[in-house]
Each structure stands twice: as structure tokens, then as C-alpha cells.
């Protein structure tokens, strides 16, 4: 079946530490995006790739970092410098201009201790 | 840049009622697409309905329609007899027509709650 995995479910880490986070898709989709969703605060935007080895800031990119080595891939690390990094993150791809349509994963709950 | 506002932070129905959820945007833009996901106690956001600026009717799946008003900048979603697995937060997002990535900006989510 075609989807989008995220793992793990649940992280956590001791401050200071770097944290990646996994996100994988088998749908073919060109656009990747990576979300932060806190209590109140709706989905906000971190990342996001259009294209292999391409990738822009989006609202609050601060103390991220992301790759887009494979079309299926796109992880996510959250530094040290990332202030306050306790929340829920999706993954989400789309096929580009002609959907406008994106497609979330399950999600990872990350609890910086 | 372009804002979605839900003024509704929390709603109940009782189950075989209708509902009605609130959103308003503001945008410069005249070519652009709005949607509603669901996110259900699982977290997983899920695709409700989607609508393209271009279109004057009102897009309709199943249970849930919408009620897109453009000079007005509202789209407001209307679920249709209620039923328990509606329980769930649902989000308001906008998507500029242009451009390969459809980045998405959301408003804050309405908690919709179903009673028996």
C-alpha cells in the first residue's frame, strides 16, 4: 500500500542533544514538507523540499535542519539550538502544481527531557 | 502573506444533527485552494474536502459541504447528519495557486466533539 511512515511513534531525548526523525514516502510524490503542530497553535510550517537535493525554510525554521537525498526520503533533525523542541511533527508529501493536495504521516511525538 | 482564522475553538452535536464550522482567510491572492482535514484522536490528519478558488460551487463529498463565499474570504464546512467518528479537531488550510509546492497555512482548529 502507498503511504507516508514516520518513526518513530514517540522520541525522547535529554536536552542538548541532536534528534533526527524519519520520514519516508512511496508515492512517487515530488514535494515533501515537514510540520509543527503545539496545543492551540495549529500546523506550522518548518521545511519543505520540491525536488531531489532542494529544499526552503518555511515559517519556523530555526534550530532545523532537513536533507532530500532520495525522492522517498526526507528527514528531519532537530539541533540543539531549537529552543523548545517538545511537540507533535507530520510529514506530509504532495505530487506538485496539480494537486495542491497534501498527504500526511502518523506522526512523531517529541519529548525533550 | 496569507492567514486562516477559526473562531471557534470548540464545538459539540449531538449525533444525526448538522454542524456548522467557521473559517475566514485574508489574501491578496485570486488563484488559490482551501481545504479542511480531520484530525481524529489518532493524530492522523486526514483530507475532508478541498476547494478551488476558481470554482463558484460549493464542493460536496458525502456528508460534508462546504459554503464558499470568496468576496467574503469565509469558507465554512457543514457536516451533515453527525455521527461519532466526526469527533475529532478539524483544521481550516489554505494553498496558493502558484508555485510547484502547495504550501499549506492553517488556522488553529475547531474541537468538534459527536454526543449520543
Known amino acids: 500500500d502507498g503511504g507516508i511512515t514516520q518513526s518513530p511513534k514517540y522520541l525522547f531525548r535529554k536536552e542538548g542533544q541532536n534528534v533526527t526523525l524519519s520520514c519516508e514516502q512511496n508515492l512517487n510524490h515530488d514535494a515533501m514538507y515537514w510540520y509543527r503542530q503545539d496545543p492551540g497553535q495549529g500546523l506550522r510550517l518548518i521545511y519543505y523540499s520540491q525536488i531531489v537535493n532542494d529544499f526552503q525554510k518555511g515559517d519556523i525554521a530555526e534550530g532545523y535542519s532537513v536533507s532530500r537525498e532520495k525522492k522517498e526520503s526526507f528527514p528531519l533533525t532537530v539541533t540543539s539550538a531549537q529552543k523548545n523542541p517538545t511537540a507533535f511533527y507530520l510529514c506530509a508529501s504532495s505530487i506538485g502544481a496539480a494537486s495542491r493536495e497534501q498527504f500526511f504521516g502518523p506522526g512523531t511525538r517529541l519529548t525533550v527531557l | 502573506a496569507q492567514t486562516v482564522t477559526q473562531s471557534q475553538p470548540e464545538m459539540s452535536v449531538q449525533e444525526a444533527e448538522t454542524v456548522t464550522l467557521s473559517c475566514t482567510y485574508d489574501?491578496?491572492?485570486?488563484?488559490?485552494?482551501l481545504f479542511w482535514y480531520k484530525q481524529p484522536p489518532s493524530r492522523q490528519m486526514i483530507l475532508v474536502i478541498r476547494?478551488?478558488?476558481?470554482?463558484?460551487q460549493n464542493a460536496t463529498e458525502n456528508r460534508f459541504s462546504v459554503n464558499f463565499q470568496k468576496a467574503a474570504k469565509s469558507f465554512s464546512l457543514k457536516i451533515s447528519d453527525s455521527q461519532l467518528g466526526d469527533t475529532a479537531m478539524y483544521f481550516c488550510?489554505?494553498?496558493?495557486?502558484?508555485?510547484?509546492?502547495?504550501?499549506?497555512?492553517f488556522g488553529t482548529g475547531t474541537r468538534l466533539q459527536v454526543t449520543l
Open positions: 476547494q478551488e478558488a476558481y470554482k463558484q
Open positions: 488550510a489554505f494553498s496558493r495557486g502558484t508555485g510547484t509546492a502547495s504550501k499549506l497555512t
Open positions: 489574501t491578496s491572492e485570486s488563484n488559490y485552494y
